[in-house]
């Protein structure tokens, strides 16, 4: 098992079902460590696409990846308001200072007055059959796409504004403290 401390420092990479690279963030900071999940956070962050093409987060992101759940929540801290996108995808393991997981393709977009819209329906379908997905893996993802907006719903705290904005605090004082350290 990997020990990790607060501020260190990891990539992030995203597959498809077929094993073959999708995306990958070049940071992801940790922020807290639960026994059954992990809190990190970034800004700005290179993303490289499968194809080799890159771009950067627009805004402060505090993400968050279970061991046992079959989705990840980032809150996207924007100027006006707190944006879920939150992915179906595998839980998460770590190798090699990586955070792995496969994505799903369907995806819920939570917006800051509380609406929400499920992504990708298409994309879901079309992958669905183009790499054979099981049956008993189609009943998985539907299923941890429900309960994800059970979760929501419910008033998790992945989805209190609080709690992510004391993320974005603490995520942006262990930059500081890390920047401030680089000089000596």
Not at 24 to 48: P, R
């Amino acid at each position: 098992m990997n020990k990790f401390c607060i501020g260190d420092k990891l990539e992030i990479q995203c597959y498809k079902h077929d094993k073959k690279p999708h995306r990958a963030w070049s940071e992801a900071v940790v922020l807290d460590i639960k026994k059954d999940y992990m809190v990190f956070g970034n800004n700005k962050t290179l993303v490289t696409e499968a194809e080799g093409t890159t771009w950067r987060t627009k805004e402060p992101a505090i993400m968050y990846f279970f061991k046992d759940r079959w989705y990840n929540i980032i809150a996207q801290m924007k100027r006006d308001g707190i944006y879920y996108y939150c992915n179906i995808a595998t839980p998460y393991i770590i190798e090699e200072n990586t955070i792995k997981y496969i994505d799903y393709d369907l995806d819920l977009r939570i917006f800051p007055k509380g609406e929400f819209k499920i992504l990708d329906k298409l994309e879901y379908e079309y992958h669905k059959n183009k790499m054979n997905y099981s049956e008993d893996l189609d009943i998985v993802i539907n299923s941890a796409m429900k309960q994800l907006i059970k979760e929501y719903k419910n008033g998790a705290h992945m989805f209190d504004a609080e709690r992510n904005e004391k993320y974005l605090h603490l995520y942006l004082q262990v930059i500081k403290e890390s920047e401030s350290s680089n000089f000596y």
